[in-house]
């Protein structure tokens, strides 16, 4: 189960972090085509998770048409058995405050879910009851499972796969 370096969606680019940029993200080394609040505290925690060869690490979000990257989305590692043991990811997402409003989290989040479906893979998000914006992002692309809160409280919720559709 593999996904692509780079998920192409109408206004963005969703990268692979490489290791060297993680490492560079955590040393306080900018990129001249960054948002000058990118990367958030979030985004600092993600380049933490980033593993050599995997497809299955955080992702900057990019805008297609200048390159400017203003945010991370991506999954917590590969795939594990989820509780009816199908396999199961789970996903974070951001972005920096002035890039937010705009749908362009929904986009990111539709972009990598076609690619977990073709793959027969459920997504998992937790997220605080209180953040409103991310709750909105879950209920526009499909995660209407509620698995109850976590350890943080926060809610667990849970999108299941969507098979692919002719056209």
């Known amino acids: 189960m593999s996904l692509p370096p780079t998920v192409t969606t109408q206004r963005l680019a969703l990268v692979l972090i490489t290791p060297d940029e993680a490492a560079r993200m955590r040393a ?26 995997d497809p299955w690490g955080p992702r900057h979000i990019m805008r297609s048409f200048d390159d400017v990257v203003f945010g991370s989305v991506g999954f917590f590692g590969p795939p594990s058995p989820g509780p009816d043991q199908d396999p199961e990811v789970e996903l974070g997402f951001g972005l920096v405050a002035d890039a937010r409003g705009r749908g362009v989290a929904t986009e990111a989040v539709r972009g990598l879910l076609v690619h977990t479906d073709a793959l027969g893979v459920r997504v998992r998000a937790s997220v605080s009851p209180t953040n409103a914006a991310s ?3 879950l209920a526009k692309t499909g995660f209407t499972e509620l698995r109850g809160s976590n350890e943080d409280g926060e809610l667990v919720m849970a999108r299941p796969v969507r098979p692919a559709t002719g056209g």
């Open 28 to 53: 306080g080394e900018r990129a001249a085509t960054w948002h000058p609040d990118y990367p958030r505290r979030d985004d600092l925690a993600a380049a933490g998770m980033v593993r050599s060869d």
């Open 135 to 137: 709750l909105r992002v």
